[in-house]
């Protein structure tokens, strides 16, 4: 018999499959509760995670993704009603 936890979704450990039970039903291991962690603006781990992800890096920003201005958006769109 296997246990009801007190937060209902769980994912396991090990295979990382999701149940209602703290036991696994595809491979009988441990499960957790699945829920994402709770965010706090005084975030002691931010910077962290920012080295991890490289945005403190200069070049971060030139890999995101930008947007045409907003006068070849206009331009085009005139160009399309044509």
């Not at 002691?44 to 403190?56: P, Q």
Request: hydrophobic residues 35%; proline residues 7%.
């Amino acid at each position: 018999m296997s246990i009801m936890a007190k937060q209902r979704m769980q994912q396991c450990l090990t295979c990382g499959a999701f149940s209602l039970n703290t036991t696994c039903p595809s491979c009988g291991e441990r499960a957790q509760a699945a829920a994402p962690l709770k965010w706090s603006p005084e975030d002691n781990r931010a910077s962290l995670r920012r080295k991890m992800n490289g945005v403190e890096d200069p070049e971060w920003p030139s890999q995101l993704a930008t947007l045409p201005s907003l006068e070849s958006m206009k331009a085009d769109l005139a160009l399309e009603e044509e």
